[in-house]
């Protein structure tokens, strides 16, 4: 678990340093644990306002010093907490899935609205969840990945974070992948069923995403033009 953590911190510190925006980079990292800014702040001894400031731009984008404490604060509280943030980077694949069953799996920045997801995918909602941003997004074959893919491959599908959104393709009804959903937890936060209309989605599809308090929505827009756009993202 030292070395997940190692790497894990690594690529978080990167993110931030590197990213255009710090502060936005730094509330996703910190949501995407699930953490508070008032529990980030207690852990690195100083004021919420002060991670308050640094996310949304008031004060000077934080120096590599401050991105490690607060890189470490997080790891230390997700330990804590027994580690769940941690395991589920463990299991990630440093190689991805072979091409015809995840045609994308990609991490975001920044958190990204779910309206400007739904716009690349040209998808119409038909649930909103719990959620209003996704952190990143996976495409899949929804046929490949249900007859082929083990329940623990399954959960890698969610890659670095499981607030995400995934993208079913080859839909016809819609039904098995809500179904596999149900019996793979955690749940994405929002899911699209792609090569399907609105009119033609499973009967009790909507009412299975409200239980889990997901995001639904569906697509027929040309799915290369959807993978570019999302590239965008």
């Known amino acids: 678990m030292s070395d997940a953590r190692e790497e894990l911190s690594r690529r978080i510190a990167g993110e931030i340093t590197l990213s255009d925006d710090p502060g936005a980079t730094l509330r996703k990292w910190r949501t995407d644990f699930d953490v508070s800014q008032t529990e980030l702040a207690d852990q690195l001894g100083v004021s919420s306002s002060v991670i308050s400031d640094y996310e949304s731009g008031r004060r000077e984008s934080p120096g590599i010093g401050v991105v490690r404490r607060t ?3 997080l790891l230390d509280i997700d330990e804590r907490r027994g580690g769940g943030r941690l395991r589920q980077h463990a299991r990630v694949l ?3 899935f072979e091409s015809d069953i995840v045609h994308d799996l990609r991490e975001y920045s920044t958190a990204v609205p779910l309206e400007d997801f739904y716009e690349a995918m040209g998808a119409t909602e038909i649930v909103r969840g719990d959620h209003d941003h996704v952190n990143g997004h996976t495409v899949i074959d929804s046929i490949q990945a249900i ?3 083990s329940s623990e491959e399954f959960y890698r599908l969610y890659g670095q974070s499981t607030n995400r ?3 079913f393709t080859r839909v016809t009804r819609g039904e098995s992948p809500l179904v596999a959903l149900r019996v793979v937890s955690p749940t994405p936060n929002a899911v699209v069923l792609h090569g399907i209309e609105d009119g033609d989605l499973w009967d009790h599809a909507a009412d299975l995403a409200r239980v889990d308090g997901v995001s639904l929505a569906t697509s027929n827009r040309d799915l290369d033009d959807c993978l570019a756009d999302l590239q965008a993202l």
């Open 165 to 167: 959104a995934l993208v």
């Open 71 to 73: 890189v470490e604060g």
């Open 147 to 149: 007859t082929r893919l």
């Open 94 to 96: 440093s190689a991805g």
